[in-house]
């Protein structure tokens, strides 16, 4: 009966560890998830490659931290443009949370979110918080 104390402290030490460790992935996102969300919701139209082409959309290689309207050779929306000029805006993890979370009302009107025959695929929003972390923890890793 000696071992069984120790056995159970080791025991509680090693649960408490994994749930701070859990807590911690969720509060900061998890790279590797947030690379299959970017390739299933961004990549059918912004390259993700360090080789910054511009698709349907600009390049997302080093968005976080970028101005926005900052891919050089895209042109962007007039909307985009009249958002970005009225209000300066960077591409921080708080402002991509937010674009990812509700785009038509982060920027109304801009293309990515226009059902338009040119543009079917246009972006609605994440619902879930959790994916938003994880693809913006991914953005960061474009670098």
């Not at 590797?32 to 961004?42: K, S, Y």
């Amino acid at each position: 009966m000696n071992w069984f104390k120790p056995l159970s402290i080791v025991l509680g030490i090693v649960a408490l560890s994994m749930v701070v460790a859990a807590f911690y992935w969720r509060q900061h996102g998890d790279p590797a998830t947030g690379r299959l969300l970017a390739q299933n919701n961004c990549g059918v139209c912004h390259d993700l490659t360090d080789k910054k082409v511009n698709e349907r959309g600009p390049y997302l290689w080093g968005i976080v931290g970028r101005p926005a309207g900052a891919a050089v050779g895209f042109h962007y929306s007039d909307a985009f443009i009249q958002r970005v000029q009225s209000h300066e805006l960077h591409w921080t993890e708080q402002s991509l949370e937010q674009l990812l979370d509700d785009p038509t009302r982060f920027m109304p009107n801009i293309a990515m979110t226009q059902r338009k025959s040119q543009h079917a695929l246009a972006f609605e929003g994440m619902q879930l918080r959790d994916n938003r972390r994880d693809l913006i923890a991914f953005l960061k890793t474009l670098r």
